[in-house]
Nanobody, 123 residues
């Protein structure tokens, strides 16, 4: 049974930092591209960052590029999202997702999802 378990969310002031973690189990981690997505109240789920199976290719949405960094640790079957210079508009539930094969942006292409972790940025 595949499980993705996110952690690291919380309440932070604008300008602060958080690191999200997503521990994966029940799958061959090296065969899956990973992604972070977020959903704010009354908004659609959007991609934040994705990373390829080898950890070489990455994608960032424009609004987070330069502030967020996605990485993966194959020894720990874990993907991270380091977030700096957080803004109130980053407030959302952040989800980790896994996709067999190459990385892709659309959420609909991902096979497995975590339960989400809340990130709240106060102004």
């Amino acid at each position: 049974q595949v499980q993705l378990v996110e952690s690291g969310g919380g309440l932070v002031q604008a300008g602060g930092s958080l690191r999200l973690s997503c521990a994966a189990s029940g799958l061959t981690f090296s065969r899956y591209a990973m992604g972070w997505f977020r959903q704010a109240p009354d908004k659609e789920r959007e991609s934040v960052a994705t990373i390829g199976r080898l950890g070489v290719s990455t994608y960032y949405r424009d609004s987070v590029r330069g502030r967020f960094t996605i990485s993966r640790d194959s020894a720990k079957n874990t993907v991270y999202l380091q977030m700096h210079s957080l803004k109130p508009e980053d407030t959302a539930v952040y989800y980790c997702a896994a996709k067999s094969g190459t990385a892709n942006v659309p959420a609909s292409s991902y096979d497995y999802w975590g339960q989400g972790t809340q990130v709240t940025v106060s102004s």
